[in-house]
C-alpha cells in the first residue's frame, strides 16, 4: 500500500512539475504551444455541448452537436451542425455568418464588414489560431493547470481590448490541451451576467473533411433574411 502511495505521488509531482507556476513563464509556454499547433492546422471536427446560461431568468438552455473548422488560404471556416434540441446549422466562411433553420425554413444572415476582425477573434478562438496573436485583441493571464471535460489543461483568462468586443463578451475562459494547442473547454461571459460554456469532445486534428460540410443544406423555398439590412 505504501508503495503505491509512493508511486501514485511521484506521479502528481512530476506532473506538477511539468506545468510552469510563474504566470509568465507559463502564459508563454501555453501561447508558444498555440503557436506551434497554428502552423500545422488544416481542420479540426469535434462533438460539443454549449449551455447558455441566462441570468435574468434562471435557466440553462443545452445545444448539441458537431462543429468542423478549415482553413482555406489565411481565412479559417467554421461549420456547426446542431442536432438537439432543434435541428440547426451555423456556417461562418467570406466574412458571412449564415444561420439556417430547417423547421421554418429560413437562413438568417450576418455580414462582419468592418467589424470582421472581431468576430473572427472569438469564434474561431482556440481552434487554429496563433497563441501570441491573441495578445494584439485580448489582456491574457495565465491560470495555471486544471481538468476540463475530462482532459488536463492550461487554463487562459482573455479580456477584449476592444471596447466594441467587450459590450459583447466582458471576459473569455479558455481551456487549452498543451499536446495539440486547441481548446477543450471555453466559456464566454457577456456583461448581463449571462453566459455561455462550450465542451469540446471527440476532437479530430488535419482530418479530411467533407466539402459540404462547409455548405447549407438548404430547399429551393428556403427564405434569406439579413437583419442588418
Known amino acids: 500500500m505504501k508503495n503505491t502511495l509512493r508511486v501514485l505521488l511521484a506521479g502528481l509531482l512530476l506532473t506538477a512539475a511539468a506545468w510552469p507556476q510563474d504566470n509568465a513563464a507559463g502564459l508563454d509556454r501555453v501561447l508558444g504551444q498555440m503557436d506551434t499547433a497554428a502552423r500545422s492546422f488544416r481542420t479540426t471536427e469535434a462533438s460539443f455541448v454549449w449551455d447558455q446560461y441566462q441570468k435574468v431568468i434562471d435557466e440553462t438552455d443545452k445545444q448539441k452537436g458537431k462543429i468542423y473548422f478549415r482553413r482555406q488560404d489565411k481565412d479559417t471556416q467554421m461549420a456547426a451542425d446542431i442536432s438537439e434540441p432543434d435541428k440547426k446549422y451555423v456556417l461562418y466562411t467570406n466574412a458571412k455568418i449564415q444561420v439556417y433553420q430547417p423547421k421554418i425554413d429560413q437562413v438568417t444572415e450576418y455580414t462582419a464588414g468592418k467589424n470582421r476582425a472581431d468576430v473572427e ?109
Not at 169 to 188: C, H, K, Y
Open 121 to 229: 477573434s472569438y469564434l474561431v478562438l482556440g481552434f487554429g489560431g496563433s497563441g501570441h496573436e491573441l495578445l494584439a485583441a485580448y489582456d491574457v493571464k495565465y491560470l495555471g493547470p486544471e481538468t476540463a471535460n475530462g482532459a488536463q489543461a492550461a487554463k487562459l483568462e482573455l479580456v477584449p481590448k476592444s471596447a466594441r468586443v467587450r459590450n459583447i463578451f466582458a471576459r473569455i475562459l479558455l481551456w487549452i490541451d498543451p499536446e495539440r494547442g486547441v481548446s477543450v473547454q471555453q466559456q464566454f461571459f457577456e456583461p448581463s451576467g449571462d453566459y455561455r460554456l462550450a465542451k469540446y469532445s471527440d476532437i479530430q486534428i488535419n482530418q479530411k473533411l467533407p466539402d459540404n460540410v462547409f455548405k447549407l443544406k438548404t430547399s429551393g423555398k428556403t427564405k434569406f433574411v439579413s437583419p442588418q439590412g
